[in-house]
């Protein structure tokens, strides 16, 4: 059905330890891609051999390959990326396309149950599934404790007419918070659900940044400073990942990260509307709590939704 159809857009480097996986989690879809372009971003493993093989089997997968920068790019570099693939994909012939990472295992039902979900719901413009990774000591699988009121980063699933009206991903660190913010201001919804036919498993978990972990928790930090985050929520919500893996040392970091562009005034996301918008939305959440917060929100913008003509 074209009703259904969607194009994924993979930007990727040096992701051979982890892609099969992803590859075949996507390949063996009840519902699988009608495009999905893989932009190799330099990388220098056997990663564009691992996609010349699946090009070569799967003739809906296209290779885009472009020049290695010699280092590995987070933020600004992946939105790059992703741009470069998005460039390729023809205009308005998909009514759904998800940026999607390398370094992820999906189940089998999973963009089948997340296009029945935007179909019941027309408001709702991006959603996703929740992370697990697996622990290292106990070899079972720990939720990454993301928020339900956005869509996650590693797979953005996106009605394209939301995708255009927010205007794409901001080519910066926390991309994937500023555009959660940008739908419900323009009246969409933004979700991701914890259930077990869209829990996915994270191969390489979050914010373990290219370094360490403690670079990837402070580089988020700085980004909720760069979002326009304000001091005390952000102090509240490093306590609370103080409380979730890695212990203390994860929200610690974040809050360090944040404090430390607030000193030294890094520039910040260059739309004073949508800063104030984020922290209105960001103090209530700490006085209603972040479920009731959304809800209350959703309801306030739904005059402002204007779905595009033939919606």
């Not at 982890?18 to 075949?24: A, P, V």
């Not at 998800?98 to 991006?126: N, Q, V």
């Not at 509307?273 to 922290?279: D, E, G, N, P």
Request: net charge positive; charged share 25%.
């Amino acid at each position: 059905m074209k009703e259904r159809q969607y194009v994924i857009i993979s930007p990727c480097r040096n992701e051979a330890a982890y892609m099969r996986q992803t590859l075949d989690s996507v390949i063996t879809q009840t519902l699988p891609p009608a495009l999905w372009v893989i932009v190799d971003d330099g990388s220098t493993d056997d990663t564009p051999a691992i996609l010349a093989e699946y090009a070569a089997r799967h003739s809906y997968i296209s290779i885009v390959t472009r020049e290695n920068r010699g280092h590995r790019s987070v933020g600004p570099g992946v939105i790059d990326a992703f741009y470069a693939g998005y460039e390729m994909v023809p205009k308005d012939r998909f009514p759904y396309l998800c940026k999607l990472d390398l370094d992820l295992d999906l189940p089998s039902r999973y963009f089948e149950e997340l296009i029945l979900r935007t179909e019941a719901d027309p408001r709702l413009g991006t959603c996703s599934g929740k992370p697990y990774f697996v622990s290292p000591q106990s070899g079972k699988l720990v939720s990454e404790g993301c928020g339900d009121e956005n869509s996650v980063g590693m797979t953005k699933f996106y009605r394209v007419d939301c995708f255009k009206q927010i205007g794409g991903f901001v080519r910066q660190v926390m991309w994937d918070g500023i555009d959660g913010h940008r739908c419900r201001m323009l009246g969409w919804k933004a979700s991701s659900w914890d259930e077990p036919e869209l829990r996915f498993i994270h191969l390489r978990p979050m914010g373990s940044s290219q370094k360490n972990i403690v670079a990837g928790r402070m580089r988020h930090g700085y980004g909720q400073y760069f979002m326009g985050t304000g001091l005390i929520y952000m102090t509240v919500s490093a306590l609370y990942r103080m409380t979730r893996q890695p212990y203390m040392i994860g929200g610690a970091a974040m809050w360090w990260g944040y404090l430390r562009s607030m000193v030294k005034r890094e520039p910040r996301l260059d739309d004073p509307r949508l800063r104030s918008f984020i922290r209105r939305y960001q103090w209530s959440c700490l006085l209603r709590g972040k479920a009731r917060a959304t809800k209350r929100l959703e309801a306030e913008r739904e005059p402002y939704w204007r779905p595009l003509p033939g919606d």
